[in-house]
């Protein structure tokens, strides 16, 4: 019997506990089951708040054009290649020499059309390059103009 009477002891609910029904109890429960409810609401409402990005950016413009910036700079870098650098026209010449004798020094397989191709292509830049140069005779005369235009300056400061 001993032992019961210590069983008995530990299973009892704490003092004052032991006079409330169970209807009290019961609506215990549903207090604290609203109290709960209530404050989950809160937070979500809360937290839904701080995600909505209308609201932040409505609250903060600057910072959001800003990330808003930032974005599209580093978006855009990811995805434009950066500019090929350009060529003159000596640039462009040079480097057809130099592929037109490395060819020549190591002869390659090639097809009947493409060796055509290239021939035609290297003829036709030759010609434009000529066409932007002015022809010699025409440059020699544009000097003495200006060397006889230089010996009348010197001769109207003496």
């Not at 409330?20 to 937070?43: A, H, M, P, Y």
């Not at 979500?44 to 609201?55: F, H, V």
């Not at 930032?70 to 020499?97: E, H, N, Q, W």
């Amino acid at each position: 019997m001993a032992q019961e009477t210590s069983l008995e002891k530990k299973s009892t609910t704490p003092a004052g506990d032991e006079n409330r029904s169970i209807d009290e109890i019961r609506q215990d429960i549903e207090k604290t089951r609203q109290n709960i409810s209530g404050t989950v609401d809160v937070l979500g409402t809360k937290l839904q708040k701080q995600l909505d990005w209308r609201e932040y950016v409505r609250r903060k413009p600057l910072v959001a054009v800003g990330i808003g910036l930032g974005a599209g700079f580093v978006l855009s870098r990811m995805i434009v290649s950066k500019p090929k650098p350009r060529f003159s026209m000596g640039d462009l010449i040079a480097d057809t020499i130099a592929k037109t004798v490395g060819q020549i020094m190591r002869p390659q397989p090639e097809s009947m059309f493409k060796s055509a191709a290239k021939m035609i292509g290297g003829a036709l830049v030759t010609q434009v390059v000529q066409s932007l140069q002015p022809p010699q005779e025409e440059a020699e005369l544009h000097h003495q103009h200006q060397y006889a235009h230089a010996a009348e300056f010197a001769e109207r400061r003496q």
